[in-house]
């Protein structure tokens, strides 16, 4: 669903990798410094407008501006926590809605961005793949993401309450994850263009180690990701010990079932030597029983791996609840007895409707914002 706009399609200049810009201003004629100069003016200065890169010459920035866009992005909706997190909803340029949420810890912040409007995966718990994909995000749509955030903390000179004077000077969040909506696999190539564009020294320079790529489990890609020999985090979505509930909540998994998608982690972390984190979302009579800890240990154990587990954040279109905070601490100990890492996520964000996928769907589906309860969720 889109909001009705419809603006002249150009691409962002989000989307050049500093290479790119370096092509671009030699065949512009114009001298290579000016490459940097507008690496420097996207990403140090955060400008709004071509105006800004006020090194470059008129000319020079009326041609830039014929070409690439500034405006990628609009910011239709800023919600706030009582807690700090924010919810940024952005309207892109034919009008598609997406949603990216800052998270702050004590000294950082986290910026959670989306890599697809709406989601084809269709995991019956996620509110993001409720009304199917619309479209995959351009590698700017997903930099601009990093963009806005970045200049709403500068703007506000935000800082998490523990955070030195370096880590607030630095004006952007310090870690990306993206686990926004859409799967960031189905959109390999903008996915790692925008990451290298994020991760690039001189610019947002956001380190490859804080920087997570979150996935349902498309083999191929994680295959694929492998292959690049980059220090991106991967998390993968598992959320169940085996084949049978995974099928039930995770349709991809009929297409690459468990022992695929183990085998491709395994091989993930000896061709990276990063460490794969497993996202578990606990549902109450689901997946969060003491045979079901065994069963995910049996899979885990005796190999470097992380668990993360979050307890359901309820939506409106799947009637599972979490469990209660015991059943989850004793599903933790349960892992950290078989000598898995494990850690019991709080939920987050809920009072900004910011789990996964939530505001751009009660934004295009007004009726689903009323069932919703406003208690602690996760993204
Ligand atoms: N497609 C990617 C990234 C987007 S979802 C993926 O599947 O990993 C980000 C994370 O939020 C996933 O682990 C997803 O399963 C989880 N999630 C989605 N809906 C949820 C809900 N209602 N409660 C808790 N976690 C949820």
Redesign the pocket.
């Known amino acids: 669903m889109t909001t009705g706009e419809k603006k002249p399609e150009q691409p962002a200049a989000w989307s050049l990798t500093l290479e790119d810009w370096r092509a671009q201003i030699a065949e512009l004629g114009a001298p290579g410094y000016r490459a940097t100069q507008i690496w420097h003016g996207l990403y140090k200065q955060l400008a709004t407008s071509w105006d800004d890169l006020s090194a470059l010459s008129l000319a020079l920035r009326r041609t830039l501006a014929a070409r690439l866009t500034l405006d990628a992005l609009t910011v239709r909706e800023l919600q706030e926590t009582a807690d700090g997190v924010r919810k940024f909803l952005c309207a892109c340029h034919d009008g598609e809605l997406i949603e990216s949420v800052l998270i702050p810890s004590t000294d950082r912040f986290t910026l959670c961005v989306s890599?697809q409007a709406g989601?084809a995966?269709g995991?019956v718990?996620?509110?993001?793949g409720a009304a199917g994909l619309s479209r995959s995000l351009s590698a700017g749509e997903i930099v601009g993401q990093v963009v806005v955030a970045s200049r709403w903390l500068r703007d506000r000179q935000a800082t998490p309450p523990d955070a030195s004077a370096a880590q607030a000077a630095l004006g952007r969040p310090q870690n990306i994850v993206?686990?926004?909506?859409?799967?960031?696999l189905a959109n390999y190539d903008a996915v790692l263009q925008a990451l290298r564009i994020i991760n690039a020294p001189g610019g947002l320079n956001i380190g490859a180690r804080h920087i997570t790529i979150?996935?349902?489990g498309v083999v191929p890609g994680i295959r694929r990701l492998a292959a690049e020999g980059l220090q991106f985090e991967l998390?993968?979505?598992l959320?169940a010990p085996n084949d049978a509930i995974r099928d039930r909540l995770m349709p991809v998994n009929k297409r690459w079932p468990m022992q695929e998608l183990l085998a491709a982690c395994r091989d993930y972390t000896e061709e990276s030597g990063r460490i794969v984190t497993f996202?578990y979302?606990l549902v109450a009579g689901v997946n969060d029983q003491p045979a079901h800890a065994r069963e995910l240990a049996d899979h885990l154990g005796g190999w470097k791996c992380r668990v993360n587990l979050?307890?359901?954040?309820?939506?409106a279109e799947?009637d599972g609840v979490a469990p209660g905070a015991h059943v989850c601490e004793s599903f933790q100990r349960y892992l950290e007895a078989a000598r898995i890492h494990t850690t019991l996520r709080r939920s987050r964000g809920g009072q900004v409707d910011a789990?996964?996928g939530q505001l751009r769907l009660c934004r295009t589906q007004p009726q689903t914002a009323e069932t919703r309860t406003t208690e602690e969720?996760?993204?």
């Not at 718990?125 to 993001?128: E, I, R």
């Not at 993206?178 to 960031?184: F, N, Q, S, Y």
């Open positions: 890599a989601c995966f995991c718990f996620c509110a993001s993206v686990m926004g909506m859409g799967e960031p979150s996935t349902c998390s993968v979505s959320h996202e979302t979050i307890p359901l954040s309820p939506v799947f789990a996964c969720q996760s993204t």
